[in-house]
């Protein structure tokens, strides 16, 4: 060390490289938080299918029967009610069904709907219900009101994919 300098000196040249490194390694983190996100979102966008109801499918759609509704209510750890609607559908008509999308409506002493949730009994990726088999089914619904008429739901088809 020269006479007049310090460490001091030394140090701050070494502050700038420091930050570079931080920063880079931020940007790193925030890239991959972004792609992460990205390819989730598109993971689920691409699961989410909308099947048709079109007159073919409404047509069919009498032919998938909904039996043995059974009503359970649950309560988790963190206070959360939830409402279970199970049952078994059965296809007794002559086509596969590849998709299969019900509404569910819970109603009030009033007989208006309450509660009304869409949900995907039969997905892309599950396989087909024949003709004239049965398959059982739970849905999950939160939030039930306690203006809710302790009916069973009604339960309608409104979209189906046939083969």
Known sequence: MEPGETPYREERSRLPVAFLAGAVIVLLIFAGFLLLTHV???HMA???VKF???PAEQAYAPHIQFMDIQLAHAT???NQDFTYVAGTMFNDGPRKVR??????EFHDPFHQVILRDTNQLIG?????LDPGKRRDFQI???HLSVEWDKQYPS???TGLALE
């Open 155 to 157: 339960i309608r088809v």
């Open 140 to 142: 999950q619904m939160e």
């Open 40 to 42: 989730m979102h598109s």
């Open 99 to 104: 998709g299969l999308e019900v509404t569910v």
């Open 124 to 128: 892309p990726a599950d396989s087909p």
């Open 46 to 48: 691409a699961t989410v």
């Open 76 to 78: 988790n750890f963190l």
């Open 52 to 54: 048709p109801f079109g």
